[in-house]
T-cell receptor
Framework: DAGITQSPRHKVTETGTPVTLRCHQTENHRYMYWYRQDPGHGLRLIHYSYGVKDTDKGEVSDGYSVSRSKTEDFLLTLESATSSQTSVYFC????????????FGSGTQLSVL | GQNIDQPTEMTATEGAIVQINCTYQTSGFNGLFWYQQHAGEAPTFLSYNVLDGLEEKGRFSSFLSRSKGYSYLLLKELQMKDSASYLCAPISGGYNKLIFGAGTRLAVHP
């Protein structure tokens, strides 16, 4: 299994508070992705990174920011959490080759009350 | 932009064959993934296609037509454990932006 760890696995927070989710990899893969998954919507891309300090927006980036200061860590921040951001968040990593697979972390269940 | 279409739900009988279709439009194309996701779990890799044609892997096969923006996943000899969501994800050009379709929820009945 690919070395990818998400933390925390579960979090409950209040509306208006900042939240940071961490994705850590030990594979030295170039690409890292943050997705959210809600019933009826499948996986939706929030932000992704194609290298250290190189990030770009996905489909649903409003209200989220990311940072990648080193290869192994990709942080997702909700500056001021809202109830609509209650979701399951998945991080994924992928190597640089054309046929490299995407490996997912176990997910973070975030509840914003 | 990117458009990906898959049927929302499908049902099939144990032992049968089912085909799950995916149509897509992307800016640039670097291949297409199929992933399986059981309820409450992370998605897991099934197949990758970058050239036109059929890739066979045991009970699962995946087909790609780049000119038509079309792919399908074929599941043979269905088993109950195949009940899951199946996600299609074309890889766009440039920096490998990876967007998934909404997924097809497959229910296999005895």
């Amino acid at each position: 299994d690919a070395g990818i760890t998400q933390s925390p696995r579960h979090k409950v927070t209040e509306t208006g508070t900042p939240v940071t989710l961490r994705c850590h990899q030990t594979e030295n893969h170039r690409y890292m992705y943050w997705y959210r998954q809600d019933p009826g919507h499948g996986l939706r891309l929030i932000h992704y990174s194609y290298g250290v300090k190189d990030t770009d927006k996905g489909e649903v980036s409003d209200g989220y920011s990311v940072s990648r200061s080193k290869t192994e860590d990709f942080l997702l921040t909700l500056e001021s959490a809202t109830s609509s951001q209650t979701s399951v968040y998945f991080c994924a990593i992928r190597g640089q080759g054309l046929n490299e697979k995407l490996f997912f972390g176990s997910g973070t269940q975030l509840s914003v009350l | 932009g990117q458009n990906i279409d898959q049927p929302t739900e499908m049902t099939a009988t144990e032992g049968a064959i089912v085909q799950i279709n995916c149509t897509y439009q992307t800016s640039g194309f670097n291949g297409l993934f199929w992933y399986q996701q059981h309820a409450g779990e992370a998605p897991t890799f099934l197949s990758y296609n970058v050239l036109d044609g059929l890739e066979e892997k045991g009970r699962f096969s995946s087909f790609l037509s780049r000119s038509k923006g079309y792919s399908y996943l074929l599941l043979k000899e269905l088993q109950m454990k195949d009940s899951a969501s199946y996600l299609c994800a074309p890889i766009s050009g440039g920096y490998n932006k990876l967007i998934f379709g909404a997924g097809t929820r497959l229910a296999v009945h005895p």
